[in-house]
């Protein structure tokens, strides 16, 4: 059997004369991440109608609930323009509901679109209303905090539905360009780059790997972190840089206390090399002010002024129990907190700057003259598709 | 590196003894009956069980009556373990600082159940402060635990000398029993074991740290226990289930071979680990092991600052196997299970314990200390060094 979901987008219906382009991109993202399930998408007015078949549903309302630019999404059943069809459909449709439902209290909220039907959006709720107290004598109305809702739409056909399920709302992935997410293996960068997905930013990650400083587990993790960060993104790019030659020249640097920053340096002009030759405009990192020395405004300042690319920082004014409730809310969490920690304390300074100052940081990162080095690691990356 | 692999971490399991492999097969088809089964097969095979019960026995001087065969050493501990803590009354469980997780594992569910746990310290080499155990004792002491060769540092602990002192209290107390129960996973084939002269009560063995089978140990004690499980009654009623006699037979080859062999094999590797020590030291690493005492077999140093899983991934990738010792968590630098040792953060960030056995060659110690030294120069940060 199959069934028939109405779709709900959310922000898109800000957009003028843009929103055809947003609309398709919706599409496209929905039917690349539905491949393989046979599905009919069609758009009606401004909501999309999608139909499966019903063994396909968990896998397909998994997806759904992980598509940016739905606000929410519900099975539906669609009937023609006539009272007496809408009547038989709603019956039908409220007697699914369980016993416990069907003693506890509903509202109708009816849409009229098409303003040439005959009714009013009252008068349907009224009618209907009444028809579902006649038929099931146990409910009762409330309209203020109702147990169930039935809703009724008016368009080109008649759309009527009970349970709407939340969808994360945002941009259609893909409307804001093209970006470049540093994905560490901790709790943060996955959040990140889920934020900057939600508002249409298409990524590919990239992880620094020091092995064997961190242990071939501690990618594995971050190659986990990133297959679950993946339908959220309708996939993505994992590119995985050797560092730890870079790591060693940094070991060796005259200046211990700055090694932490100067590694992230190396880190963000890596990651601007991958980003001019992936065509990405942007970093993402899960950098959240002052969290760790490396954080501070200072240090910011220094790792920013490293690079010309944009660096986007979605985190930077949240504290880590908002970070942790949306990496929970994401499922990267429980992967985030494996045991797998890096022993790159090996090269943390004892007494790391806190707040350095760029133009001595600058000259300490020219010394180490890592060109070379730099591109070398580019080169011998290894990329996953996730 | 295309060398041939080197082993050095025979205290996490040694490599079975090709003929004691041979023998699992031979024994499995041999002997192909259940023996509780009454029928002929059934007998055979109950026969040769009890031929092996009997052989493990002579081999350790105790009564045949007196061995269950188990799972393992876990199972075998954990069995002596529920039976105290299915006792009724509270009773007082003193036992070491330096316990196997097995034995430590069991902490929580004694305190559940009322009991009170006493633990004895030990000293930087892992080695038990008799004084305090005695100040341990009380009225309520109803078992005491015992690693008999510490699985980190390779200390053995006085055991003659802790019978003592708990006979010795019974004795004070009316002469009402203290068990006294001794984990020797690590102990046997490594130290002259004459269980029936010990006078212990209970002890637990697994066959694969003698390079017997996986999956396979024994308990030795005396008197009864109650059972981890229910089942066909077997094993006196404590370990229910068929035994699996061929692995039982192999494994008491093994034990054979390793009681036979172990003097020769332990002065050889003392000369080994006096190798170890002095290519170590030469390295700056710590010696946290006694140096001239304990099983000549296991040596725990500390080699800083490289923390312990980058050394033993970078071994690895040569081809030279050895264990870091215990957990590590870097971002606390700090490890479970070496602070009784008393020994610094800093070290314990950088422990490896290095393992060696039957098969362990002189050229297999001479190319390890070559690829420390190799590593460390890449490993070691400059300002380090």
Not at chain 1, 283 to 311: H, M
Not at chain 1, 333 to 342: A, E, H, R
Not at chain 2, 125 to 138: A, C, P, T
Not at chain 2, 339 to 365: C, H, V
Request: hydrophobic fraction near 40%; proline fraction near 5%.
């Amino acid at each position: 059997m199959d069934i028939t979901y109405l779709l709900k987008v959310g922000e898109l219906n800000l957009k003028g004369s843009n929103l055809k382009f947003f609309e398709k991109k919706l599409r496209a993202n929905i039917k690349k991440s539905l491949k393989g399930i046979p599905s009919e998408l069609r758009q009606s007015q401004k909501r999309l109608i999608l139909r499966i078949n019903e063994s396909h549903r968990d896998q397909v309302e998994k997806i759904l609930s992980q598509t940016f630019g739905l606000v929410s999404f519900t099975p539906m059943v669609m009937v023609k323009k006539d009272p007496q069809s809408i009547e038989t459909a709603v019956c039908d449709l409220v007697s699914k509901l369980s016993s416990q439902e069907l003693e506890g209290t509903f509202k109708v909220a009816a849409r009229r679109v098409d303003k040439s039907y005959p009714q009013t959006s009252y008068e349907i709720a009224c009618d209907l209303g009444g028809v579902i107290l006649d038929t099931f004598p146990k409910t009762t109305v409330n309209v203020r905090k109702p147990d169930w809702v039935l809703s009724i739409e008016i368009r080109n056909e008649v759309y009527i539905y009970i349970q709407e399920t939340k969808a994360p709302g945002g941009l259609p992935v893909g409307t804001a360009g093209r970006g470049l997410l540093l994905l560490s293996g901790g709790i943060d960068s996955p959040v990140a780059g889920y934020l900057m997905g939600k508002r249409g930013l298409k990524l590919e990650s990239i992880y620094f790997h020091t092995y064997p400083y961190t242990s071939d587990e501690a990618k594995e993790k971050v190659v986990t972190l990133g297959k679950r960060l993946s339908p959220w993104l309708g996939g993505m790019k994992l590119h995985i840089i050797p560092f730890t030659d870079i790591q060693h020249k940094l070991a060796a640097s005259e200046h211990p206390r700055f090694s932490t920053i100067l590694m992230r340096m190396a880190m963000m002009k890596i990651a601007e090399k991958l980003g001019e030759q992936r065509d990405l405009s942007a970093l993402i990192t899960g950098e959240a002010l002052s969290q760790v020395a490396s954080q501070t405004v200072e240090s910011i300042n220094c790792t920013n002024r490293s690079v010309d690319i944009p660096v986007l920082r979605p985190l930077i004014g949240m504290d880590k129990i908002e970070i942790i409730t949306i990496a929970r809310a994401i499922d990267t969490y429980d992967v985030s907190i494996l045991p797998y920690d890096d022993c790159c304390s090996l090269f943390a300074p004892k007494h790391p700057v806190i707040h350095p100052k760029y133009d001595e940081l600058a000259e300490a990162y020219e010394d180490l003259n890592l060109g070379d080095l730099l591109d070398k690691a580019l080169e011998a990356r290894e990329t996953l598709d996730l | 590196m295309s060398k041939a692999p080197i082993y050095l971490d025979w205290a996490a399991t040694t490599p079975i003894l090709p003929e004691v492999a041979q023998l699992i097969q031979e024994t499995a088809i041999a002997y192909p009956g259940n023996p509780s089964s009454i029928h002929t097969l059934g007998k055979e095979a109950k026969e040769k069980l009890e031929l092996e019960r009997s052989k493990l026995a002579t081999l350790l001087g105790v009564d045949s009556s007196e061995i269950l065969f188990t799972s393992g050493g876990s199972e075998a501990n954990s069995i002596i373990f529920q039976h105290f803590l299915q006792k009724r009354s509270s009773i007082e469980i003193v036992r070491t600082s330096i316990e196997h997780p097995i034995i430590s594992g069991f902490d929580r569910v004694a305190k559940d159940f009322g009991h009170r746990l006493c633990t004895v310290p030990v000293d930087k080499r892992g080695v038990i402060d008799l004084n305090k155990l005695n100040e341990l004792l009380s009225t309520k002491t109803a078992l005491v635990s015992i690693i008999g060769v510490h699985n980190i540092t390779g200390a053995i602990e006085p055991i003659e000398e802790i019978v003592k002192i708990v006979r010795g209290f019974e004795d004070s107390r009316g002469g009402r029993k203290i068990h006294i129960h001794c984990d020797m996973v690590q102990a046997f084939g490594k130290t002259p074991l004459k269980l029936g002269a010990l006078g212990i009560d209970s002890a637990a063995f697994g066959a694969h740290k003698f390079q017997g089978p996986r999956g396979v140990g024994f308990l030795w004690h005396k008197g009864s226990v109650v059972p981890l499980s229910t089942g066909g009654g077997q094993e006196q009623g404590v370990r229910p289930g068929t035994e699996d006699v061929a692995s039982i037979t192999a494994m008491v080859l093994a034990a054979e071979i390793a009681i036979k062999n172990h003097e020769d094999l332990n002065s050889r590797l003392w000369q080994y680990r006096k190798i170890l020590i002095d290519g170590l030291q030469a390295l700056n690493a710590t010696i946290i092991s006694h140096p001239t005492e304990g099983v000549p077999g296991i040596l725990y140093v500390s080699c800083p600052p490289v923390p312990s899983e980058v050394w033993v991934r970078s071994l690895s990738d040569c081809g030279i196997y050895i264990s870091a010792g215990s957990a590590c968590s870097s971002s606390k630098r700090k490890k479970a299970g070496v602070s009784p040792l008393g020994i610094s953060d800093t070290l314990g960030f950088s422990t490896l314990r290095i393992s060696m056995g039957a098969a362990t060659q002189d050229s297999d110690i001479t190319q390890f200390l070559h690829t420390m030294k190799e590593l460390q120069s890449t490993l070691t940060p400059r300002e380090n060094r």
